[in-house]
């Protein structure tokens, strides 16, 4: 099962949105649409900020939403502020032999 | 409050064995799928084992296939992973987690650290 496929790295200054991208195939985002979203600042474990692909915990702001298209999931930030530095990693549910793929992350700076 | 509390990490050479545990609390653990996954030094994150409420199912990425085992023992609120065979490219930080196909993996512990080296 390969990973699924993000940017390394992005940057935005505080104020905008920026939208990560993670590209699976037919067998897993596009079959199934269970993607899931993380978040991991250095020395943490990661957090979940978005499951069924649009879909936010509880605690979790508002700016940060997802979506799917075809084959792609996307993460949408807006209204970036400092504290939204971290690495994010999307997930995709893609059945029961191969369970679940990760992207292999994306680094975002704000500048 | 949800905790994951994982254990067992340690240094062990290439071929030796290790088990790993993760003890959970604040949550009805018996109605949780739990996952192990793995994060190597400066890399990404990968899905390791993933293991049914009731430990029926069982599921395996390839990379681990053979070699490691995930067990549970819900009247203890414990989730293992038995890994055999160990290689340098398994050497990582282990994560435990709660799991659910639509819900993703929606509470972590904070990781404990396998090395395998000689």
């Known amino acids: 099962q390969s990973a699924l496929t993000q940017p390394a790295s992005m940057s935005g200054s505080p104020g905008q949105s920026i939208t990560i991208s993670c590209t699976g195939t037919?067998?897993?985002?596009?079959?199934?649409?269970?993607v899931s979203w993380y978040q991991q600042h250095p020395l943490k474990a990661p957090k979940l900020i978005i499951f069924g692909a649009n879909k936010r915990p509880s605690g979790v702001s508002n700016r940060f939403s997802g979506s799917t298209s075809g084959n792609t999931a996307s993460l949408t930030i807006s209204g970036l502020q400092a504290e939204d530095e971290a690495d994010y990693y999307c997930?995709?549910?893609?059945?029961?032999?191969?369970?679940?793929?990760f992207g292999g992350g994306t680094k975002l700076t704000v500048l | 409050e949800v905790q994951l509390v994982e254990s067992g990490g340690t240094l062990v050479q290439p071929g030796g064995s290790l088990r790993l545990s993760c003890e959970a609390s604040?949550?009805?653990?018996?109605?949780?799928?739990m996952s192990w996954v793995r994060q190597a030094p400066g890399k990404g994150l990968e899905w390791v084992t993933t293991i049914s409420g009731n430990g029926g199912t069982t599921y395996y990425a390839d990379s681990v296939k053979g070699r490691f085992t995930i067990s549970r023992d819900n009247s203890r609120n414990n989730v293992y992973v038995q890994m055999s065979s160990l290689r340098a490219e398994d050497t990582a930080l282990y994560y435990c987690?709660?799991?659910?196909?639509?819900?993703?993996?929606?509470?972590w512990g904070q990781g404990t650290l396998v090395s395998v080296s000689s």
């Open positions: 604040g949550f009805t653990f018996s109605k949780y799928a």
């Open positions: 037919s067998s897993d985002v596009g079959y199934y649409g269970l």
């Open positions: 987690a709660t799991s659910g196909v639509t819900t993703g993996f929606e509470y």
């Open positions: 997930c995709s549910y893609a059945g029961s032999n191969s369970f679940v793929v």
